[in-house]
T-cell receptor, first 114, second 114 residues
Framework: AQSVTQLDSQVPVFEEAPVELRCNYS??????LFWYVQYPNQGLQLLLK??????LVKGINGFEAEFNKSQTSFHLRKPSVHISDTAEYFC????????????FGKGTRLHILP | SAVISQKPSRDICQRGTSLTIQCQVD?????MFWYRQQPGQSLTLIAT?????????ESGFVIDKFPISRPNLTFSTLTVSNMSPEDSSIYLC???????????FGSGTRLTVV
């Protein structure tokens, strides 16, 4: 079975400052990894995903994440945040056979301070 | 990437009644998944909807409360039966839509039971 731990439930950060949202996973098999964003009162939107290849993955809105297999981590980063980045961010994992369920972390609420 | 249309987007229902949520995908998907997101929380998988067979339910969810239909590879419904205020949540459907797109989610149904 797979599990996902998002270490921070809330992260406050000043506008234009860098941010890192942490995600660790546990799995006995190889996995695919995802970050989703949920803006207030909206559905889920895929930010980025790691399926294979380069461990540094670039997504939409200037976000990137690095897959670290030895540390079983997939931390999300952005060099300079904007007020519009205020949202809930979910890390998720699924086994590599693709047709299996996706497991979500508890989410990290990103607060952008003016 | 594929698009999943989910409806209704929101509803307010009386306790004891039932609501059926529909998800339509613009391409075929092998499996669809139904999630619940309670206020301020992450997504919890309710069940996996398999075409041509009964849905597979996660621990804590039962078919009598959340019957699911999957008549073909582009459509699924979830019914929330005999509702109580504790069922007030956002319900989302998802599917692996193939290629390099990861999972796609519907926009969610915000249910309030009064």
């Amino acid at each position: 079975a797979q599990s996902v731990t998002q270490l921070d439930s809330q992260v406050p950060v000043f506008e234009e400052a860098p941010v890192e949202l942490r995600c660790n996973y546990s799995s006995s098999v190889s996995v695919y990894l995802f970050w989703y964003v949920q803006y207030p009162n909206q559905g889920l939107q895929l930010l980025l995903k790691y399926l294979s290849g380069s461990t540094l993955v670039k997504g939409i809105n200037g976000f990137e994440a690095e897959f670290n297999k030895s540390q079983t981590s997939f931390h999300l980063r952005k060099p300079s945040v904007h007020i519009s980045d205020t949202a809930e961010y979910f890390c998720a994992v699924t086994p590599m056979n693709r047709d299996d369920k996706i497991i979500f972390g508890k989410g990290t609420r990103l607060h952008i301070l003016p | 990437s594929a698009v999943i249309s989910q409806k209704p987007s929101r509803d307010i229902c009386q306790r004891g009644t039932s609501l059926t949520i529909q998800c339509q995908v613009d391409s075929q998907v092998t499996m669809m998944f139904w999630y619940r997101q309670q206020p301020g929380q992450s997504l919890t998988l309710i069940a996996t909807a398999n075409q041509g067979s009964e849905a597979t339910y996660e621990s804590g969810f039962v078919i009598d409360k959340f019957p699911i239909s999957r008549p073909n590879l582009t459509f699924s419904t979830l019914t929330v039966s005999n509702m109580s205020p504790e069922d007030s949540s956002i319900y989302l459907c998802s599917g692996w839509t193939g290629g390099n797109y990861g999972y796609t989610f519907g926009s969610g149904t915000r249910l309030t039971v009064v």
